[in-house]
């Protein structure tokens, strides 16, 4: 059974610019949630979506936003990239309603310059 | 607020020692807990859940506990490898309507040495 996988991995890019990640969970997995993760913070949650719709969102502004299709794959974007949004972005899904176990993608490294 | 404090931040230990990691919470009104490691520059990977029902999980050397009321769980890892040299994330999902969400620990980062 393949994990959740996360596109791409990696990408740099300059202040002002916008970046749109996306995230497949697990098959049959219909919660999808995303989660910031900086030195200094550690992990933060972004917003969780199950069946396309938003059921939670951190504290984070209005740049940050996301979506989900109707096969659970999820994408979330950053416009207006400031220096710092630099942080591993990470993308985890669960069954169970979205109150099981979490599994966790490898990531996608941002580098704002 | 559900805040969660991980001690040690750091460990070294020698290979083949039992060791204990710490984790707690200030809420014990959570869904579940989790354990997670983490290896430089990946994701995270589950170790254990635990419901909030229950008292503790096993998987192979692992073994995860939980005291709701007293807002505490240990991950003890027995017999240490140098494999097992990772950061220990823990994680609480509150009862709240924000159980969406895990709110997570800073992490033990521990080093087992040959």
């Known amino acids: 059974k393949a994990g959740v996988t996360q596109t791409p991995r990696y990408l740099i890019k300059t202040r002002g610019q916008q970046v749109t990640l996306s995230c497949s969970p697990i098959s049959g997995h219909r919660s999808v949630s995303w989660y910031q993760q900086t030195p200094g913070q550690g992990l933060q949650f972004l917003f969780e979506?199950?069946?396309?719709?938003?059921?939670n969102k951190g504290n984070f502004p209005g740049r940050f936003s996301g979506r989900q299709f109707s096969n659970s794959r999820s994408e979330m974007n950053v416009s207006t990239l400031e220096l710092g949004d630099s942080a591993l972005y990470l993308c985890a899904s669960s069954a169970a309603g979205g109150f099981g176990e979490l599994f966790f993608g490898e990531g996608s490294r941002l580098t704002v310059l | 607020k559900q805040e969660v404090t991980q001690i040690p931040a750091a460990l070294s230990v020698p290979e083949g020692e039992n060791l204990v990691l710490n984790c707690s919470f200030t809420d014990s009104a959570i869904y579940n807990l989790q354990w997670f490691r983490q290896d430089p520059g990946k994701g995270l990977t589950s170790l254990l859940l635990i419901q909030s029902s229950q008292r503790e999980q096993t998987s192979g050397r692992l073994n995860a506990s939980l005291d709701k009321s007293s807002g505490r769980s240990t991950l003890y890892i027995a017999a240490s490898q140098p494999g097992d040299s990772a950061t220990y994330l823990c994680a609480v999902r509150p009862q709240s309507n924000s159980g969406y969400a895990l709110n997570f620990g800073k992490g033990t980062s521990l080093l087992v040495t040959p």
């Open positions: 979506y199950f069946s396309e719709t938003q059921r």
